[in-house]
């Protein structure tokens, strides 16, 4: 069974720079696997950020940016800011209908 | 705008049936695939079922597959998770998720998101 791999938890300075991952346990993810990325603040439904690799949901703001970096899909956030710290869900599509979501980033700004 | 409403949580025992709704609005309903994913207490989120538009193709996520049955009516507006032989690990918030087109595949991922609806399963 394919496992999707992030980071358990990440830090970064308020206005700084953090790359989340999101990996395959075999294998490398590729765009074919369409990655998306979702933010959820406790308490609150999952909000979309970014979909197919590298496109920002309407209203994200342009410092939440998607790619691949070697065999991982990417989450760049740049001038990190307070109302960041929440967690951070990728998924990638396995085909036949089924998607897998990573466990989670728990991103602290600090 | 686009707005996903869950409904038809709650306590069931193990063992049980529940039918979960989603009644969406703020959209041309019929053009959508449609999702239900869920979140267990304190853990993260997990694909559960997704569905066509017509409502002809339909996936689950093997731990469910049996034992739950999505399904939609147009004419309504509504999405439905009818669930049965619950289990203890079934117990999460159930959300309802627009898929950005007509398909459930890698170029239709979740754009819109529902609240969800707590289901809890427990004797």
């Known amino acids: 069974q394919t496992v999707v791999t992030q980071e358990p938890s990440f830090s970064v300075s308020p206005g700084g720079t953090v790359t989340l991952t999101c990996g395959l346990s075999?294998?490398?993810?590729?765009?074919?696997?369409?990655p998306s990325w979702y933010q959820q603040t406790p308490g609150q439904a999952p909000r979309t950020l970014i979909y197919s690799t590298n496109t920002r949901s309407s209203g994200v703001p342009d410092r939440f940016s998607g790619s691949i970096l070697g065999n991982k899909a990417a989450l760049t956030i740049t001038g990190a800011q307070a109302d960041d710290e929440s967690d951070y869900y990728c998924v990638l599509y396995m085909g036949s209908g089924i998607w897998v979501f990573g466990g989670g980033t728990k991103l602290t700004v600090l | 705008e686009v707005q996903l409403v869950e409904s038809g949580g709650g306590l069931v025992q193990p063992g049980g049936s529940l039918r979960l709704s989603c009644a969406a609005s703020g959209f041309i309903f019929n053009t959508y695939a449609m999702y239900w994913v869920r979140q267990a207490p304190g853990k993260g989120l997990e694909y559960v079922s997704g569905?066509?538009?017509?409502?002809?193709?339909?996936y689950y996520v093997n731990s469910v597959k049996g034992r739950f049955t999505i399904s939609r009516d147009n004419s309504k507006n509504t999405l439905y998770l009818q669930m049965g032989s619950l289990r203890a690990e079934d117990m999460a918030i159930y959300y309802c998720?627009?898929?950005?087109?007509?398909?459930?595949?890698?170029?239709?991922?979740?754009?819109?998101w529902g609240q969800g609806t707590p289901v809890t399963v427990s004797s």
């Open positions: 075999s294998g490398s993810v590729s765009t074919s696997y369409h």
């Open positions: 569905i066509s538009t017509n409502g002809l193709n339909r």
């Open positions: 998720a627009r898929a950005s087109g007509k398909y459930v595949d890698g170029n239709y991922p979740i754009d819109y």
